[in-house]
């Protein structure tokens, strides 16, 4: 078979790093951490390749493909040799060494895209979907004829669509890019077969594992490589990517997992805060999910602290959500005991000092360490001193009290002669009236 001659190209490094999933032990569940890509799926040997076929490569009409194109390990290139279809920019091989490389290259890139954590799974119908940076999975996916798809991002941003079965994209599809993204790093992963309607507009690399057929007029910018099966075209306008970033830039998505350890206790009627930490790309927010905090306590969703002041005592056991849209979300059960608040008896016993400003009583014993009376005035008629003024009375303890005990005792005997004087005086009264 006669193959042009071939024209060097620029060659394009280009790395994945798929992370596995992540344990991070936590106070109650352990997070799956979400893929990191490393800027795009690395295609090595196949990406110069537009097109590459395992068994055949068919194209009817005056199809133009921008790249090489590769068959390996069958033979048969069909459309090209003399027409009706042309290869600019790029060369035939058919079951030669290059091929071969391309194939094994693929091989890799695929199982590559098919060992990325989805942050979103699922996904059927993408027909006016916007997608964000990152991996997505379903069985049979499909774009709806007429039907648009946007990617937003980065330069350096890159998507990996996964259908686990087919990918069916409908007649009259587009596909747009905003914020600087580019066809360079959408990648699409099949299981078995993709299918491009009539007139639309393809962007990205599809790897899949069986065949491709582009069907009357679709236009790709990207790349259609096939492991086992055939590719077929019919009128199409194929290119590979120019200019795209340079590698190793990142787009990260991380799924959070908790890093907060066991809560404090809690004391009722005393301020209270608690932090709840995890980590994650972007940063989560945090909602309870099951349970209810102590009376008086709030989560404060987008900081993760718990705070406020307890209300009743007891022990409460709440499961937290951290979520940052990543897949999977993480839980965390926490149990925060809150205790009764302490009573303090008032102080008793010998020692005690008196209360601030409560007056002592005239007269009454100063007890040690207690606030000195105010002296009491002078008793008119007492001795006064040499210079006429009245002398303070300065009584101790005891002479205070031996003066109690006297004035007892008079009083005593005053009753008693009261008492006395009242029976002399009935006795009177009797005489007379006999």
Known sequence: MARTTPISRRTRTVVVLGVAAALALTPALAAQAATVIDGPIGLGDASGYAVLAGSTVTNTGPSVVNGDVGLSPGTSIVGFDGGPGRVEGGTLHAADEPAAL????????????????PQESGIIELNGRTLEPGVYSGDAVRLADTGALTFDGSEESVWVIRADSTLTIGGGTTMTFSGGASACNVFWQVGSSATIG????????????????ATTGATIIGRLLAQSGAVTLDTNLITVPEDCPAPGSTSETDAPAFTSGTPSGATVGTPYSFTVTASGNPAPSFTVTSGTLPPGLILDGGSGVISGTPTTPGSTTVTITADNGQTPPSRATYTIPTAEAAVVPPPTGPGTPSQPGTPAVPGAPTAPGTDSPPTAPAVPGSDSGRDGSTERLAATGSETAAAGGLAALALLAGLGLLVIANVRRHARSAGNGS
């Open 102 to 117: 391309a194939q094994a290259a693929l091989t890799n890139a695929y199982g590559v895209a098919d060992s990325l954590t």
């Open 198 to 213: 009539s007139a639309a507009q393809f962007r990205g690399t599809v790897l899949a594992q069986t065949s491709i057929t």
